[in-house]
Each structure stands twice: as C-alpha cells, then as structure tokens.
DNA sequence: GGATAAATGAACCATATGGTTAATTCTGAA
DNA sequence: TTCAGAATTAACCATATGGTTCATTTATCC
C-alpha cells in the first residue's frame, strides 16, 4: 500500500503548479502528443517533460508510445483522492456529521471492493 | 483581483503538505491555539508558525489574539477553489458537457454577486 | 517591575522545484 | 544506412520550501 498521505502530498502538489493545471485541462479535452501539450507555453520541451513526470508519478496522467510521438491521456479516477480528502474535509467543518458516515461508509466499501 | 491563477496555487501548495492538511482537519473539530496545533507534532514551534503561516495566505485559516494565545479556526470558503477547480476538471473529463454549463453558469453567478 | 509563557521573527541550512542548454535515445522515412 | 523529428536524459542554475536554533515581542502573574 503506497500510503495515502503520500498520494495526497503528490496529487495536491501537482496541481499547485499552474501549468500542470493547464496541461490537465488541455488532456480533459482529449488526448495529446508531448509536442501539442508544450506549443503554448513559453517553455521548453524539457521543462514539459518534467511537469509530464510530476504529472504521471501524481497518477494524474498515463504517457504510450504511438509512432515517435507519444500520447498523453487522463487518468480518469487520478484525482480522487484529492477530490474524497476535500469532501470528507467540508462535510467535517460544516458540522455535517451524519452526511459524513455516510461518506466515509461509502468510502470504505470501495477500498474494500 | 487577485489572479485566479495564483489562488489555485497557494490553495493546493497549502494543501500539498501533510502537517498543514493535519492542522486543517485538527481545525475542522473546532478552534485551536497554536500550542495545542503543535502539540501532536514532532516539530518546533516555528516550525508550525511557518505552516500557519501558508494556510493563512492561502485564505485557509485565520488567527486571532486571546490573552497570550493565538486562537487558530478554519476559514469557510477557503477550500471552494480547489473544490470548483476539481469539480470543473471531472466534469469535463466524463464528457458531462451538459452538466459542466450548469456549473459554468453557477458560478459565474456566484462570482458576480 | 520582573519572571515566565505563547507565539513570532531572523538567520541559517539542506533539499526540492522549475527552469535552462546540450547530448542522447528511439522511431519513421529517403 | 543514414538522416531527421519527437521526446527524454544529464548537468547545471536560481529560487522556494521545510526544517533548525537563538533572539524578540506580547501578555499574564507574583
């Protein structure tokens, strides 16, 4: 088990960096080569490569090969963890105690499946 | 306006560290003084200061003096960007188009109000 | 007023992060 | 089989981050 506050400390730290997002939300709306993903910044192609990196290691994106380009896409449940910590962290505050059983039941049973 | 951009990033900076989320959830129980923050960590005071320090310029939390204390709470709509960023990214990304102009709207609304 | 406690500030250190340029790998095409 | 393009690796640099210790402010209590 990779520990949970270690996939938190990395999906929350690649999204701390506006590029990432960027490049996130560009993949949201379909797959890219490395190339499309860096023409619109101002950046180089290594610069990409490593925000591609802190993406994949966050398993937030997956990279395969396709001819010499290679095609990035969304993982599509990478940013759950992010998104349950968030929840769990509202309903806690809002004073929503029964809403959260619900939730951490919930959670529960699909760590378990 | 203080670049939506850069919001984003001190909201998930702040959350990409595990002693600060462990101070934010310790919050959600209810205010906290520094000292009693600080306590289940194996860390120096400043140490804390500094991470309190980030939560707040993240709009997370606040601080208020009480005698010779510092009472820390949780700042209710400190999370919501990260939350709408995420909520935005998954709808687009499950091809939930319909929905995703919904939550475009409201929160145009919101931001507008 | 003087001692003590809570929290912060200042200075410092090691490592991480985000970028660069130059070299390298891998693949497709002439 | 050589050439060219896509992407990564390597080496480097400046700044940010997360921690430390020591000094300082602020407030309470005798």
């Given at each position: 088990?990779?520990?949970?506050?270690?996939?938190?400390?990395?999906?929350?730290?690649?999204?701390?960096?506006?590029?990432?997002?960027?490049?996130?939300?560009?993949?949201?709306?379909?797959?890219?080569?490395?190339?499309?993903?860096?023409a619109?910044?101002?950046?180089?192609?290594?610069?990409?490569?490593?925000h591609?990196?802190?993406?994949?290691?966050?398993?937030?994106i997956?990279?395969?090969?396709?001819?010499?380009?290679?095609?990035?896409?969304?993982?599509?449940?990478?940013?759950?963890?992010?998104?349950?910590?968030?929840?769990?962290?509202?309903?806690?505050?809002?004073?929503?105690?029964?809403?959260?059983?619900?939730?951490?039941a919930?959670?529960?049973?699909?760590?378990?499946a």
């Open positions: 088990m990779v520990n949970s506050e270690e996939v938190l400390d990395r999906t929350f730290g690649a999204l701390s960096d506006r590029t990432r997002r960027a490049i996130l939300r560009r993949l949201s709306a379909g797959e890219a080569t490395v190339g499309e993903l860096a619109p910044f101002d950046m180089s192609m290594p610069a990409i490569t490593k591609l990196n802190v993406l994949e290691t966050a398993g937030l997956q990279r395969q090969r396709d001819g010499r380009m290679k095609r990035c896409s969304v993982r599509q449940d990478g940013l759950k963890p992010a998104e349950d910590w968030l929840t769990g962290q509202t309903m806690f505050w809002n004073g929503q105690l029964d809403q959260l059983e619900t939730f951490l919930r959670e529960k049973a699909a760590s378990d």
